[in-house]
Structures are given as C-alpha cells and as structure tokens.
C-alpha cells in the first residue's frame, strides 16, 4: 500500500477528510484506503472511516482492519512522550 491512498487525519474540517476518503474509491478507483491519526484525532479518524463507509459508500466499503499502537517521541522541551496512534483499513466490499 502506497502513501497515495492514505488519509492523515488532522486539524482541517471534518467534511475534507471524509470527501478524501469517497474521493479515492471513487475517482481514484482504489480498492483500499487507510485513514490514520494520532492522539487527539483518533475519534475524528473513527468518525471519518464510519460516515464514508456507512453514510457516503454503503454497501460498497467496509472497514476491514483496525490497528492501535503507539509512538514515542522527544517533546519541545526535552521529555519523552507517548502518543496513541490508530490505522483503519478501509475496503472495498
């Protein structure tokens, strides 16, 4: 799986990442998509990967995979932090 047909989830509204997410299916032609988050955004990646697939492609996409993990990385300030992380696998039925 390419970088192509990932989706980061941040900090821009809702609507564009789900857009993104159909856009590829559809345009695109993929058979997968992978929408991936950290931290605070995880609920927004869930929320994104559940309306494109229920909502915008139903009946067409499933989330077919989900994988949680974490990272670990130097803050501003010098400290070890660990951020939660989330992949969800999108594909097509």
Known sequence: MSDDNTI????????????????????????????KARGKFISRAVDVAEVASKRFLKGQVEIDDVKVDSEEFENKEGKQIRVSTIELLLKKK
């Open 8 to 35: 980061f989830i941040g900090n821009k509204p809702f609507m564009n990442y789900v857009t993104g997410v159909v856009m590829q299916f559809t345009t695109k032609n993929e058979q997968e998509v992978l929408v």
